[in-house]
T-cell receptor, first 114, second 112 residues
Framework: AQKITQTQPGMFVQEKEAVTLDCTYD???????LFWYKQPSSGEMIFLIY??????QNATEGRYSLNFQKARKSANLVISASQLGDSAMYFC???????????FGSGTKLNVKP | EAQVTQNPRYLITVTGKKLTVTCSQN?????MSWYRQDPGLGLRQIYY???????DKGDVPEGYKVSRKEKRNFPLILESPSPNQTSLYFC???????????FGSGTQLSVL
């Protein structure tokens, strides 16, 4: 069963605007971590932000914030003030702590238009 | 420099010819793992290791082997590669489970 769902295969955003990338997850476990990674066209995987299942505040890292809605099992990434360098593939991931496993979504390709 | 080193970067081989992709980290990380990335499927975990001599299956372990004889190294072994193992492979490590993963630069494997 798909544990991480990213429903937006591709998105466009105008430079300097904010954009939300959707991520929903499926688990009955109480202990898990949620991650977002960026993969530019060069192929490397870059960590962006982390949210623990017991964290009450939404995580923020610079222009990145994670909109964590536990009851809805969603962990959307918000990028504020988009830049051309934000054009990349973005992956949402979940770590099931008790099983030591990572699950990734299929990714969203973001294009930032000048 | 803290890094995960994966080799080779590109590899073309033929069906059935055993190969090994090496992975090494210099951060004294406990947790290491392997992933394959396929279009439309994202990354899928192949194997992971919590520490030396402790390895376990991820979501797609069939056709792969791993070993963790030293803390820094976690090679991926394909004993009899098949064309459906053509993929982009990533090694990653983290200090412990549920911490951010540091990824290697990837290995693009083609099995003919």
């Amino acid at each position: 069963a798909q544990k991480i769902t990213q429903t937006q295969p591709g998105m466009f955003v105008q430079e300097k605007e904010a954009v939300t990338l959707d991520c929903t997850y499926d688990t009955s476990d109480q202990s898990y971590g949620l991650f977002w990674y960026k993969q530019p066209s060069s192929g490397e995987m870059i960590f962006l932000i982390y949210q623990g299942s017991y964290d009450e505040q939404n995580a923020t890292e610079g222009r990145y914030s994670l909109n964590f809605q536990k009851a809805r099992k969603s962990a959307n990434l918000v990028i504020s003030a988009s830049q051309l360098g934000d054009s990349a593939m973005y992956f949402c991931a979940m770590n099931l702590i008790n099983f030591n496993k990572f699950y990734f979504g299929s990714g969203t390709k973001l294009n930032v238009k000048p | 420099e803290a890094q995960v080193t994966q080799n080779p970067r590109y590899l073309i081989t033929v069906t059935g010819k055993k190969l090994t992709v090496t992975c090494s980290q210099n951060m004294n990380h406990e947790y290491m793992s392997w992933y394959r990335q396929d279009p439309g499927l994202g990354l899928r975990q192949i194997y992971y290791s919590m520490n030396v001599e402790v390895t376990d299956k991820g979501d797609v372990p069939e056709g792969y082997k791993v070993s963790r004889k030293e803390k820094r190294n976690f090679p991926l072994i394909l004993e009899s590669p098949s064309p459906n193992q053509t993929s982009l492979y990533f090694c990653a490590s983290s200090l412990y489970n549920n911490e951010k993963l540091f990824f290697g630069s990837g290995t693009q494997l083609s099995v003919l």
